[in-house]
Nanobody
């Protein structure tokens, strides 16, 4: 059974930095796109950043120049380095990945449980 487990959230002051990690585990044959989404209270979940297996990355306009997504294919892990954090970055951050399990020919979409990021003085 495939699982995504996030870590690295917490409380940080405006202007500070955090690094989120998300490790995929289970019987994994291949991972395609990996990404981070976030959901603030009272708002819809939104895309933060995506990274392909090539890898190439795409970012939401609101985080361009401040956040960097990366991945370690050997560890089945995706990272989100967040710099110059703002109060409006406060949200629950979710990891997402398209994964093909061993013995399967199809990719399926998986979500992590979420990790809270709070930016406040």
């Amino acid at each position: 059974q495939v699982q995504l487990v996030e870590s690295g959230g917490g409380l940080v002051q405006p202007g500070g930095s955090l690094r989120l990690s998300c490790a995929a585990s289970g019987s994994i044959a291949s991972i395609n796109i990996m990404g981070w989404y976030r959901q603030a209270p009272g708002k819809q979940r939104e895309l933060v950043a995506l990274i392909t297996s090539d890898p190439s990355a795409n970012y939401a306009d609101s985080v361009k120049g401040r956040f960097t997504i990366s991945r370690d294919n050997a560890k089945n892990t995706v990272y989100l380095q967040m710099n110059s954090l703002k109060p409006e970055d406060t949200a629950v951050y979710y990891c997402n990945a398209w994964i093909r399990e061993a013995g399967s020919s199809n990719f399926h979409n998986y979500w992590g449980q979420g990790t809270q990021v709070t930016v406040s003085s």
